[in-house]
């Protein structure tokens, strides 16, 4: 594993909880931005003949979160992609935990990462054995309050990561849609991907194809050539190809479109989420250079709070205040509020801090149609709510300290 570079410095707690309090965007916005940098950083290691940058290097979540005896042997040179977990508990939510063939095909990646911190904090007290979690949940002294019921917090020093990768032909234009908000959407209410009406063709290198002589109408429209050097890529190899399927062939690529940072430098960590923008956003001009191209062309937002208003200092969440909204196009947009506990919310509402502070162990039965997420606002870490569809917060649960990859557990 890498380290992020020497130039990044992580923050106290003192120092990020006194940006929140003097709403010191700018700063936030910053550090932001140098997390971005940091993880996207070259380093001299190469897979398959592509330098790599530091979060690639990082730990995936079967490297953490399985057993030592159930890990199988890393493959060198070898990715792994799986489905996000929340769009499989959307679907749960939606359907009713009936069958559903009628799912459009995966075209959605993630390969969840995380740094040394995490992982030996997870090795260290085997919170990867299931049966360890439940002797911990089972024997809470009589009496514990709810909000004291909790894992040990993560060093301050730990990242977590969720970036999203989409599919794209090695050998033709791909058509694909580009986030440009809510309004560009058939489906304004919960605008996933798939409902976007900006597209662009994808064009790959090698295709013996000219970015300007790229003509490709959609509905009447010209829609503009985009190299896939654009966008941070990784090229498939046969074996990582087979691994997706049939849709997937050898020499096709992987497009970075989207990933969740956390880092655990306050209680409730820092939330940033960070997606390709179809122009290039406005970088700080002190940290330009820490973000080269293609990593310059993904557009940011951020989630420091639960509430929008201070109560005083001391990180305390005015909760008469609006609730902060910082959420990923590609990763909650489509959500609807049959996938949130609480009525009337949306993924275009969402904050991933409030949804990280449901996260606890042990995750919802089988049976139970709903993941205990929440979009957004205060979450009280010792709310005893049982929803009338048997979903809970926290009652007779030990929270993860904001993880869901420990929530959700590993097959």
């Not at 993880?39 to 979540?61: C, H, I, R």
């Not at 985009?226 to 997937?248: C, M, Q, W």
């Not at 990280?356 to 205060?378: D, E, F, M, T, V």
């Not at 979450?379 to 300290?401: C, E, N, S």
Request: proline share 9%; charged share 20%.
């Amino acid at each position: 594993m890498t380290p992020l570079p020497d130039w990044f410095k992580f923050q106290s707690k003192d120092t990020v909880n006194g940006w929140i309090d003097t709403d010191d965007n700018k700063a936030i916005v910053s550090h932001a931005w140098e997390l971005w940098g940091a993880l996207t950083s070259l380093t001299p290691q190469e897979l398959n003949g592509q330098k790599v940058p530091v979060y690639e290097t990082w730990w995936d979540a079967d490297e953490v979160l399985l057993p030592p005896m159930q890990q199988q042997p890393a493959k060198a040179g070898v990715r792994t992609f799986k489905r996000p977990v929340q769009f499989r508990n959307a679907e749960k939510a939606a359907r009713g935990n009936v069958a559903d063939s009628s799912r459009p095909p995966v075209t959605l990646f993630d390969n969840v990462k995380y740094n040394d911190d995490m992982k030996n904090r997870v090795q260290q007290n085997k919170y990867y054995d299931h049966m360890v979690l439940d002797g911990i949940n089972a024997n809470w002294p009589k009496g514990t309050a709810i909000a004291d019921r909790k894992l040990k917090d993560f060093p301050d020093t730990s990242v977590m990561l969720k970036p999203v990768y989409r599919l794209v032909s090695g050998k033709s234009v791909t058509i694909l849609p580009y986030w440009a908000g809510p309004e560009n959407s058939t489906t304004p209410a919960t605008p996933g991907p798939a409902s976007w009406t900006k597209k662009m063709a994808v064009v790959p290198p090698g295709s013996g194809l000219q970015l300007a002589a790229v003509k490709i109408r959609e509905s009447g429209e010209d829609l503009p050539a985009i190299p896939v050097s654009d966008f941070y890529n990784i090229k498939l190899t046969k074996e990582e190809a087979a691994a997706l399927g049939p849709r997937a062939q050898e020499g096709d690529y992987m497009l970075l479109v989207g990933m969740h940072v956390s880092s655990r430098e306050i209680d409730n960590w820092t939330w940033q989420t960070f997606w390709w923008s179809f122009t290039k956003p406005a970088i700080p001009q002190s940290l330009s250079k820490r973000v080269p191209a293609p990593f310059d062309h993904y557009q940011v937002a951020v989630g420091y709070t639960f509430m929008t208003g201070r109560a005083g200092k001391g990180g305390k969440d005015d909760p008469n205040s609006l609730p902060t909204i910082c959420y990923n196009p590609y990763l909650e947009a489509g959500f609807g509020n049959d996938v949130f506990v609480r009525p009337g919310q949306l993924g275009i509402a969402s904050n991933c801090m409030s949804c990280h502070r449901c996260a606890a162990w042990p995750g919802n039965p089988p049976n139970q149609q709903k993941q205990n997420y929440i979009a957004s606002g205060l979450i009280d870490p010792g709310d005893p709510t049982v929803f009338p569809d048997g979903t809970t917060l926290f009652a007779d649960r030990t929270k993860t300290d904001f993880s869901w990859g420990l929530a959700d557990g590993r097959p």
